[in-house]
């Protein structure tokens, strides 16, 4: 087996509450990413709705920004100034289309340390769901759909696919990035208390398994406003499946090693890709290569 050389990345996964004051919401991101840069991580994850959790869709709609806002150039300069990666999972994006389809997207910015835009995917299965007399989520009521998956980005932990929350329900995409060339996934999340308590851990360590990726799930936590309830539990699991960090309650942050040694171990013990039986099923596969950011 190779030797690796020198230590290996680093990563920091945040957890937030956020609440409908983005200023508040700010400083609390800003503080966390300069305490993982201060402990040597070379990409810092934050969760959906980092900027903000609107009360309801009107307020979420008004709060809205563009790439090249003020929000977006304030994470810039952090990551800048701190000489990370940022992913910025789940952005509230104000586009072109706006004023036509008054409908926004749910963008998962990745920043590099320079602070430019290395990759923007926009949300593609938007979560309408309704629990009986508990829960009521309708995304694409306030938010158009994104039409691409991103090819996975090279940073200096691994090659990293985006994905946003609820697209964690589907394989699919995780089999498309991972043949695209992803070693590690990331779901930045803001479940819901009951289909988190039941799915959050299970849908992402299967991802892990069956991808043989790292698996970065940034998550909301706790009260994010009168009406609603975050499930927390922020964790990155290795391509074993195995939970190798994890938030306790509250805000606060996890670190992971990425060890892409042990990744390509995992990946000749059980080569799964190569079993796959493409003649009965058919291969998942990324479509059409996306425009820029
Ligand atoms: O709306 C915002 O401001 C931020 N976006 C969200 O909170 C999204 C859409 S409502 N939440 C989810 O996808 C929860 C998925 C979930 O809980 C599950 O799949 O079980």
Known sequence: MAVSLGPKPLVAVGQVTSTPDKEQNFSGCAALVRAAARRGACLVFL????????????QTLSLAESLDGELMARYSALARDCGVWLSLGGFHERRADWLSTQRIYNCHVLLDPTGRVAAAYRKTHLCDVELEGRVTMKESSFT???????PPISTPAGMLGLS???????????????????EILTYPSAFTFPTGSAHWEVLLR??????????????????NHEGRVSYGHTLVADPWGTVVAQCSEGPGLCYAEIDLEYLRH????????????????????LQAAPSAP
């Not at 959906?48 to 009107?58: K, L, M, T």
């Not at 158009?144 to 991103?150: A, D, F, K, L, M």
């Not at 964690?168 to 695209?180: G, K, T, V, Y």
């Open 164 to 182: 946003i929350c609820y697209d964690l329900r589907f394989p699919e995409i995780s089999l498309a990035l991972r043949h695209a060339g992803a």
């Open 266 to 285: 995992v990946r000749r013990e059980i080569p799964v890709q190569s079993h796959r039986r493409a003649d009965l099923y058919g291969t998942v596969e």
């Open 47 to 58: 969760p959906e709705g980092f900027d903000y959790i609107g009360r309801d869709s009107v």
């Open 144 to 150: 158009n759909p994104g039409t691409e998956i991103v």
């Open 206 to 223: 299967a991802r892990a398994i069956e991808t043989q990726c790292y698996v970065v799930a940034a998550a909301q936590t706790g009260r």
